[in-house]
Antibody, heavy 117, light 115 residues
Framework: EVQLVESGGGLVKPGGSLRLSCAAS????????MNWVRQAPGKGLEWVGR??????????DYAAPVEGRSIISRDDSKNMLYLQLNSLKTEDTAVYYC????????WGQGTLVTVSS | QAVLTQPSSLSASPGASASLTCTLR?????????IYWYQQKPGSPPQYLLR?????????GSGVPSRFSGSKDASANAGILLISGLQSEDEADYYC?????????FGGGTKLTVL
């Protein structure tokens, strides 16, 4: 059974940083392209970015609102996905989900990031 | 103009069918895209329902009932999620998604009410 468990959310001040983690199990993580998707309170889904498998270069793509402020990385030895968020803004407040592959066919439960002074 | 536009709400009766549309921005041809659909209930993460590009390129999500199906309306430049035999448990938010210019783009979502 595929399981994705996000962690690392919390309250952070504007301008601060946070590192989110996603622990994956139940599938061959090393082959998976992984995504981060967020959802602001009461709003719709917004893709944050994705990272390719190492076999496909291991590079990442980012959505415009977070490009230059975010880094997606992975540790295939630990089946872990990460999202480093820097220079946080109030509009980054959201539940952050990790999701598998182009289909986003599996999602974690999400972790809440609140950016507020 | 948004890449994907969904009606904000839709109501339908139990047992009826509901057709949820996802209209692509002018200049973006629905014919070349796989359209993905998700269901989200309050307090839960989204659940993948299906993807549809054509009758020969489609995929049903694991465990998703066959009363959920996808199609396209080329004349409207739209993807469609059809839910037949509506049940109260189908009341939820529904999102469409495409990959456009190496980015995953979601529609704004449709809140389906079953009453």
């Amino acid at each position: 059974e595929v399981q994705l468990v996000e962690s690392g959310g919390g309250l952070v001040k504007p301008g601060g940083s946070l590192r989110l983690s996603c622990a994956a199990s139940g599938f061959t993580f090393i082959n998976a392209w992984m995504n981060w998707v967020r959802q602001a309170p009461g709003k719709g889904l917004e893709w944050v970015g994705r990272i390719r498998s190492k076999a496909n270069g291991g590079t990442a793509d980012y959505a415009a609102p977070v490009e230059g402020r975010s880094i997606i990385s992975r540790d295939d030895s630990k089946n872990m996905l990460y999202l480093q968020l820097n220079s946080l803004k109030t509009e980054d407040t959201a539940v952050y989900y990790c999701a598998t592959d182009d289909s986003h066919d599996h999602w974690g439960q999400g972790t809440l990031v609140t950016v507020s002074s | 103009q948004a890449v994907l536009t969904q009606p904000s709400s839709l109501s339908a009766s139990p047992g009826a069918s509901a057709s949820l549309t996802c209209t692509l921005r002018s200049g973006i041809n629905v014919g070349i895209y796989r359209i993905y659909w998700y269901q989200q209930k309050p307090g839960s993460p989204p659940q993948y329902l299906l993807r549809y590009k054509s009758d020969s390129d489609k995929q049903q999500g694991s465990g998703v009932p066959s009363r959920f199906s996808g199609s396209k309306d080329a004349s409207a430049n739209a993807g469609i999620l059809l839910i037949s035999g509506l049940q109260s448990e189908d009341e939820a938010d529904y999102y469409c998604m495409i990959w456009h210019s190496s980015a995953s783009v979601f529609g704004g979502g449709t809140k389906l009410t079953v009453l």
